[in-house]
């Protein structure tokens, strides 16, 4: 925000920079930091031992890459949208670079910090619900600068705005606590729902780039809802404990039937 209104060099640099930069910098190391001393070596071995987790059933894999994006094309169609493939498969070709590129760097360490660390550890004491809300707070708010790069902003539309991204933020918070649960508590999961959200949300992203006549993010979010609620009800009648407080710090195996 400083560097977009000159008031610090930097301007030409694109916000990725410095969200990279506040990820890597300063959420992650304070994460990990936290965690060696609320439970030692193994606390940290722990986390990054669902930081990789990779096997909890194909099935929920695909729930994880094409969940949201299915779900957001449907209601596109239902909401009058039309579907365009003529050029599905560049699109899909050049969005999968994206997406893997964008895990790798940022998304499996921003969920590393939300979902992981913090999430996690608001899980064991507060009910699932409140600590999702709870998570949203500081989540939606290393984004509100974002509201600020532009020239044209006033006190009311901020607020809107900020309305507006804390209700996503819950959303997405609870899509991602639903996930971890289902997914054997896995972050690499929840990084990459994390990402599959933001490309399906994103103007020119997946979702835009093949669905016409309806908005890509506002099917996306609305998808987001959808598959969060049917992740719940799947988790309330399969596992009906799934939801119970978590007792922190996590062991190094994935939970029974994870």
Do not use: C
């Not at 969200?19 to 071995?45: E, K």
């Not at 596109?76 to 050029?87: E, K, Q, Y």
């Amino acid at each position: 925000m400083l560097a977009f209104h000159g008031v610090i060099p930097g301007a030409n640099l694109p916000v990725e920079v410095f969200a990279l930069a506040a990820t890597l910098l300063i959420l992650l190391p304070t994460a990990l930091w936290v965690t060696s001393i609320a439970d030692g070596r193994a606390g940290v071995r722990a986390l990054f031992a669902r930081v990789f987790r990779w096997r909890f059933g194909i099935g929920w894999w695909l729930v994880v890459l094409f969940g949201l994006p299915v779900i957001a094309m449907l209601l596109g169609l239902i909401f009058g949208g039309s579907l365009h493939t003529a050029d599905l498969g560049p699109v899909l070709i050049k969005q999968l670079g994206s997406i893997v590129l964008a895990v790798v760097v940022i998304n499996l360490w921003e969920e590393t910090v939300w979902a992981g660390f913090f999430q996690t550890r608001l899980e064991a004491r507060y009910n699932f619900v409140v600590a999702a809300v709870l998570t949203a707070l500081p989540f939606a708010g290393v984004h509100v600068p974002l509201l600020l790069l532009d020239d044209q902003v006033s006190a009311l539309s901020v607020l809107l705005s900020i309305a507006g991204l804390l209700i996503l933020g819950i959303v997405v918070r609870l899509l991602i606590g639903v996930m971890m649960r289902a997914a054997s508590d896995s972050v690499l999961a929840v990084g990459v729902l994390h990402q599959i959200f933001d490309a399906s949300n994103n103007n020119g992203g997946l979702v835009d780039s093949v669905l016409d006549g309806a908005d890509a993010g506002n099917m996306t979010q609305l998808a987001a809802a959808v598959l969060t609620v049917l992740i719940a009800a799947w988790l309330l009648w399969r596992r009906p404990g799934a939801f119970a407080k978590r007792y922190v710090p996590l062991r190094d195996s994935p939970p029974e039937g994870g």
